[in-house]
């Protein structure tokens, strides 16, 4: 089977990882809301996805913050990224290669962000292919979907995949996830609350 899987709260808890965000923001006197780039800064980006680290730069700038009050302790964070992962994550990975699976990365957000964040993580061993998206996980071009499996947490792309005529579409509903209080309006989408629990499934 080939498989294609979401890393933020599907692989990586990213509710965790933000609390940490919060608590940098905190330290230099800056509340929640500045994880959400201000009209001003968005439109100095070219609307284009930001990362942190030009995020925090930006907010540096707008706030008269030292850059290094924020980007010391985004840095520290990055690199023990991997205390992160779901502890069900690298169990999973290991199953399905060693099931003889094809297993893909299929991650939507800032490239270079996105590809730093597996990076620190470790897992990057574990796929045959990484792919960085920065447009609908649904819309493009060089997936074979009709004959692969997607797992994801995001309603969008769990129904647009589904409409694509994906081979099959499984939800992950983790805690605390971005998604988890949303229903789907598709009910012949699977639905597991951790990737330990589709295990078994896939076993049995």
């Given at each position: 089977?080939?498989?294609?899987?979401?890393?933020?709260?599907?692989?990586?808890?990213?509710?965790?990882?933000?609390?940490?965000?919060?608590?940098?923001?905190?330290?230099?006197?800056?509340?929640?809301?500045?994880?959400?780039?201000?009209?001003?800064?968005?439109?100095?980006?070219?609307?284009?996805?930001l990362?942190?680290?030009?995020?925090?730069?930006?907010?540096?700038?707008?706030?008269?913050?030292?850059?290094?009050?924020?980007?010391?302790?985004?840095?520290?964070?990055?690199?023990?990224?991997?205390?992160?992962?779901?502890?069900?994550?690298?169990?999973?990975?290991?199953?399905?290669?060693?099931?003889?699976?094809?297993?893909?990365?299929?991650?939507?957000?800032?490239k270079?962000?996105?590809?730093?964040?597996?990076?620190?993580?470790?897992?990057?061993?574990?796929?045959?292919?990484?792919i960085?998206?920065e447009?609908?996980?649904?819309?493009l071009?060089?997936?074979?979907?009709?004959?692969?499996?997607?797992?994801?947490?995001?309603?969008?792309?769990l129904?647009?995949?589904?409409?694509?005529?994906a081979?099959?579409?499984?939800?992950?509903?983790?805690?605390?996830?971005?998604?988890?209080?949303?229903?789907?309006?598709?009910?012949?989408?699977?639905?597991?609350?951790?990737?330990?629990?589709?295990?078994?499934?896939?076993?049995?």
């Amino acid at each position: 089977m080939k498989y294609y899987i979401d890393f933020d709260y599907t692989l990586f808890d990213t509710f965790k990882f933000r609390e940490e965000l919060y608590k940098i923001l905190k330290q230099n006197n800056l509340d929640e809301s500045f994880l959400k780039p201000t009209p001003e800064i968005a439109k100095s980006n070219g609307g284009k996805l930001l990362n942190l680290e030009n995020l925090f730069k930006a907010i540096s700038k707008e706030q008269n913050i030292p850059e290094e009050n924020l980007l010391k302790p985004l840095r520290e964070l990055m690199k023990r990224i991997n205390k992160y992962l779901y502890n069900d994550t690298l169990d999973f990975l290991k199953f399905l290669k060693d099931n003889g699976d094809e297993v893909n990365l299929l991650s939507w957000g800032d490239k270079e962000f996105q590809k730093e964040k597996v990076c620190n993580s470790g897992i990057e061993k574990y796929f045959d292919n990484i792919i960085y998206a920065e447009e609908l996980k649904f819309t493009l071009s060089d997936i074979d979907y009709e004959n692969s499996t997607f797992i994801d947490d995001s309603i969008i792309d769990l129904e647009g995949l589904y409409n694509r005529k994906a081979f099959k579409v499984i939800r992950i509903r983790r805690k605390n996830g971005k998604y988890s209080d949303k229903e789907l309006t598709i009910p012949e989408i699977e639905e597991y609350t951790t990737l330990r629990e589709l295990q078994e499934k896939i076993k049995n």
